[in-house]
């Protein structure tokens, strides 16, 4: 880990503003010599003095680069000064300020062991000892008490970091989306002016945000807009991944926007409601990504780096105690959205806001629609034109037509977004990002406009500013794309008051300069600057970024979706979809297959495009498989079991994977078949799934379409219960359209399930769901139907095996499956059986007890009765 020089700036300038208050000098008369009168309580001084020692171990370890227990000291340095503020505010209740000096204590004395320093021994109330004013034996038993006090303390520390790290390795070796929960305490600056603050999580390796930002709002008195939010202001940071989490460093970042004139000085004539930069706040969070820290409870100070002010606020000596910053707790969740509402519900509720990551969690399940546009003002270049200084921009970001931008979360979409303003910068840099969220059917005629405003700090002046550029972009391309993620350089055209307020009029305009390249290559002709409206010189650049589960980039993957649009060109379409990244696929995994689905079951009449869409879900799912994907395997599942529909797929995938195999000599064919036979497992599930579907339509019949069931043993429980379900119980006898059904049921099913039954554990927990799948199509055989099945056996031989094999069963099941106090189960259990027994004696005596064919182990069968 490599140490960052502002990491000692922070707690120096920390160290320095933390004590200004706490002594008074004077100069002993006749002197020259400063007399140091300590003002505050022992355990006070004792903090002062030893932050000091501290800080120069600290810097020692900064120059050696020792980065473990340089945050360590880091960490304890800022609890300590925490502490300190809390004792010389003078507010703690006597038993709360007891405890606390017992933390104190504790925690110098760990710190000292571990940075080698002498050991403090203290009395009971924690105060030091005097050596002239103790004896030698208790000052040896002091010294005893007090380092078993710190072993006890290190080995616990060290059990703690253990089962933290067995915490974490399970934590991320099991779970795929995390959940950061962050509560802001307090903020601590005396602005004088409105102020925003926005949170967010930061990778400062790559130099990019990882998540949206928080919002909150502080007015001038130093407390929050809603002020019944007043020390609990909580925020959940979701949809991260593993990977997010252990990236090598991740920060939480608290930018300060100051709500005001243009400068801090009072006069009414000012422009008011400027969103000037003030500050911003970073805490190394990588301990708590990690998993590795894990205290719910414990405050974190982070202290603000004012823009300009520092030196200001000093010389006014407003830090007494404390150094501008905030308070909030930290504790890592694992689980998405809906899992942490349901295993956290005293920590996240409904005034929690919900702070989305900037792109996908690691599994986006099936149903989950989303449907953001991150966009970032990034930086621009504007020509002062007659001023003598550098313009104060501002830009203005709108979406036409409706309030869909989100500066932060926890607050509703606004109309326009204001950005910050530098003072008369020629080449301002804002880094600034909102959320658009727009209904996906509005994506298409909606737009992103940019005006560029000069203010003055003077309000007289300010009011007559106009805005002297327009800049714009489309979300949707031409094709149906949604714009491409990445930078943007938009062409600054001069505001022409009449045409820029019409969008018919400058959407006919190009957007951004790779247009025009664009456009030059196609026609061979430069483009015109003296268009409808003029280009000025000035440049701007934005960024974009999309978290659509309905709006893709990809041209290929926008034919698929969109396939009833140009059915002509659906070959194509399915040729070029096993051309698209595997990571746009899953992305879009629901709406991909349904479109393959919906192609199969529309096109059902005829074969066109059987193989094609055949080849295609085996590419999905062998996709899938790869061990980049391999975490959306629970994605598929969940697709089969809730989301797929098609009743009718499984005539047409068996039929193509029969073709396959009947030609697997010739190369083409075999290499596909080869491919499917690695897809197996999905294949099945969805063959499956669609004759299940298919059943459950009671206007089918079951006979013309009878189940193989030799490649799906394990779904013979679900698909018999089923099919038992669809055909409902008759009286025995009774004729209609139900007797073939049970018939069919009868002659395919009875002898597998008694088999089934037979060489299955009684401890198996499907066991009594098999039992009660033979008692159902036993109750609704009647006397035809035990005639009929015996009439199927083709020697006698066959119908002794089944015989012996049914009375044996019987005798086994009887009373010994389901639970004794299951008396209305057991009871239609016995009667089944018995009418069955009657049965099948009957045919004991047709074949079995002349002389000529008597078997005495049959007969011996008939004793059941």
Same mark, same amino acid.
């Given at each position: 880990m490599c140490l960052q020089v502002g990491d000692t700036v922070h707690i120096l300038e920390k160290l320095e503003a933390t004590f200004p208050g706490s002594y008074c000098s004077l100069l002993a008369p006749g002197s020259q010599q400063e007399i140091i009168i300590p003002a505050d309580l022992p355990l006070v001084q004792e903090l002062g003095a030893t932050l000091r020692e501290w800080a120069q171990i600290w810097q020692t370890l900064y120059v050696a680069n020792k980065a473990i227990l340089f945050r360590g000291v880091q960490q304890m340095s800022y609890s300590l000064i925490e502490y300190r503020s809390q004792i010389v505010s003078?507010?703690?209740?006597?038993?709360?300020?007891?405890?606390?000096?017992?933390?104190?204590?504790?925690?110098?004395?760990?710190?000292?062991?571990?940075?080698?320093?002498?050991?403090?021994?203290?009395?009971?109330?924690?105060?030091?000892?005097?050596?002239?004013?103790?004896?030698?034996?208790?000052?040896?038993?002091?010294?005893?008490?007090?380092?078993?006090?710190?072993?006890?303390?290190?080995?616990?520390?060290?059990?703690?970091?253990?089962?933290?790290?067995?915490?974490?390795?399970?934590?991320?070796?099991?779970?795929?989306?995390?959940?950061?929960?962050?509560?802001?305490?307090?903020?601590?600056?005396?602005?004088?002016?409105?102020?925003?603050?926005?949170?967010?999580?930061?990778d400062p390796d790559q130099?990019?945000?990882?998540?949206?930002?928080?919002?909150?709002?502080?007015?001038?008195?130093?407390?929050?807009?809603?002020?019944?939010?007043?020390?609990n202001l909580p925020a959940l940071f979701t949809d991260l991944s593993s990977s997010d989490l252990m990236r090598q460093r991740v920060f939480l970042v608290c930018q300060i926007i100051r709500v005001g004139s243009m400068e801090l000085k009072e006069g009414k004539k000012h422009t008011g409601g400027l969103r000037r930069p003030f500050g911003v706040a970073v805490m190394d969070i990588t301990d708590i990504a990690h998993g590795k820290t894990d205290d719910e409870d414990k405050q974190h100070f982070i202290p603000f780096h004012l823009q300009r002010v520092l030196l200001v606020f000093a010389s006014l000596n407003l830090f007494t105690c404390l150094l501008p910053g905030l308070f909030v707790t930290l504790k890592l969740l694992a689980g998405d959205l809906a899992q942490v509402r349901k295993d956290y519900p005293h920590l996240v509720d409904r005034s929690t806001a919900i702070v989305r990551k900037m792109g996908f969690p690691e599994i986006i399940l099936p149903g989950i629609v989303r449907n953001d546009i991150y966009v970032t003002l990034l930086q621009g270049e504007f020509d002062r034109g007659k001023k003598k200084t550098p313009k104060n921009v501002e830009v203005i970001l709108s979406v036409h037509d409706d309030e869909v931008i989100f500066p932060g979360a926890g607050y509703d979409g606004i109309t326009e977004y204001k950005s910050v303003i530098y003072y008369q910068v020629k080449q301002p840099c804002w880094n600034e990002t909102v959320k658009v969220t727009i209904p996906i059917e509005d994506v298409c005629r909606c737009h992103l406009r940019v005006l560029f405003r000069h203010r003055s700090s003077q309000d007289s002046r300010d009011k007559s500013e106009k805005p002297f550029g327009m800049a714009f972009d489309r979300l949707m391309r031409r094709d149906g794309t949604t714009l491409k993620d990445g930078r943007h350089e938009l062409i600054v055209y001069k505001v022409d008051v009449k045409k820029t307020e019409d969008a018919k009029v400058y959407l006919t305009l190009p957007a951004t300069w790779a247009e025009v390249e664009e456009k030059e290559k196609q026609t061979g002709k430069p483009f015109h600057h003296s268009g409808v409206i003029p280009v000025t010189k000035d440049t701007f650049q934005i960024a974009t970024l999309t978290c659509s589960t309905k709006l893709t980039q990809n041209v290929d993957l926008l034919g698929l979706l969109n396939w009833r649009s140009n059915p002509e060109d659906l070959g194509q379409i399915l040729q070029?979809?096993?051309?698209?990244?595997?990571?746009?696929?899953?992305?879009?995994?629901?709406?991909?297959?349904?479109?393959?689905?919906?192609?199969?079951?529309?096109?059902?009449?005829?074969?066109?495009?059987?193989?094609?869409?055949?080849?295609?879900?085996?590419?999905?799912?062998?996709?899938?498989g790869d061990i980049k994907f391999q975490h959306f395997n629970p994605v598929l599942e969940t697709y089969i079991n809730k989301h797929f529909s098609a009743t009718l797929a499984y005539m047409k995938l068996t039929k193509v994977l029969n073709h396959y195999v009947g030609h697997a000599e010739e190369p083409a064919l075999a290499e596909r078949l080869y491919a499917a036979l690695k897809a197996l497992k999905y294949l099945?599930?969805?063959?499956?799934?669609?004759?299940?579907?298919?059943?459950?339509?009671?206007?089918?019949?079951?006979?013309?379409?009878?189940?193989?069931?030799?490649?799906?043993?394990?779904?013979?429980?679900?698909?018999?219960?089923?099919?038992?379900?669809?055909? &409902?119980?008759?009286? &025995?006898?009774?004729?209609?359209?139900?007797?073939?059904?049970?018939?069919?049921?009868?002659?395919?099913?009875?002898?597998?399930?008694?088999?089934?039954?037979?060489?299955?554990?009684?401890?198996?927990?499907?066991?009594?769901?098999?039992?009660?799948?033979?008692?159902?199509?036993?109750?609704?055989?009647?006397?035809?139907?035990?005639?009929?099945?015996?009439?199927?056996?083709?020697?006698?031989?066959?119908?002794?095996?089944?015989?012996?094999?049914?009375?044996?069963?019987?005798?086994?099941?009887?009373?010994?499956?389901?639970?004794?106090?299951?008396?209305?189960?057991?009871?239609?259990?016995?009667?089944?059986?018995?009418?069955?027994?009657?049965?099948?004696?009957?045919?004991?005596?047709?074949?079995?007890?002349?002389?000529?064919?008597?078997?005495?182990?049959?007969?011996?069968?008939?004793?059941?009765?």
């Open positions: 003078g507010t703690l209740p006597k038993d709360d300020l007891v405890e606390l000096k017992k933390k104190v204590t504790a925690k110098i004395d760990y710190g000292n062991r571990i940075l080698g320093l002498d050991l403090v021994v203290r009395d009971e109330a924690g105060n030091t000892l005097d050596p002239d004013k103790t004896s030698t034996v208790s000052l040896f038993r002091a010294h005893e008490t007090a380092s078993r006090s710190v072993d006890d303390r290190i080995q616990e520390e060290k059990t703690r970091l253990q089962n933290l790290e067995m915490r974490r390795q399970t934590l991320f070796s099991t779970v795929h989306t995390y959940s950061l929960l962050m509560n802001l305490k307090n903020f601590v600056c005396n602005i004088g002016e409105d102020a925003e603050l926005l949170m967010s999580l930061y130099s990019e945000f990882i998540s949206e930002n928080f919002l909150v709002r502080w007015d001038s008195t130093g407390m929050p807009k809603e002020i019944e939010k007043l020390n070029r979809l096993m051309e698209v990244e595997g990571a746009e696929i899953v992305k879009f995994l629901q709406d991909t297959l349904d479109a393959l689905f919906n192609i199969m079951m529309e096109t059902s009449e005829k074969d066109t495009y059987d193989s094609l869409v055949f080849d295609a879900l085996v590419f999905i799912i062998t996709l899938i099945f599930r969805f063959i499956v799934k669609s004759r299940v579907l298919y059943l459950r339509y009671p206007r089918r019949s079951i006979q013309n379409n009878p189940l193989s069931l030799s490649c799906c043993k394990t779904y013979l429980c679900h698909w018999v219960s089923t099919v038992l379900e669809i055909v &409902p119980e008759a009286v &025995p006898s009774v004729q209609g359209p139900t007797r073939g059904h049970v018939q069919l049921i009868m002659e395919r099913l009875l002898r597998r399930v008694n088999r089934t039954v037979i060489s299955m554990d009684r401890s198996s927990p499907l066991i009594g769901h098999y039992l009660a799948c033979m008692t159902a199509i036993l109750k609704q055989m009647d006397d035809m139907h035990y005639a009929h099945y015996i009439s199927t056996f083709k020697t006698r031989q066959d119908i002794i095996d089944f015989l012996m094999e049914t009375f044996l069963m019987f005798k086994d099941l009887m009373g010994d499956v389901f639970p004794a106090d299951w008396m209305i189960m057991n009871l239609v259990q016995m009667k089944v059986f018995l009418r069955a027994i009657e049965q099948y004696s009957d045919v004991l005596n047709m074949y079995f007890l002349d002389q000529a064919h008597f078997e005495l182990e049959v007969s011996t069968g008939a004793a059941l009765r």
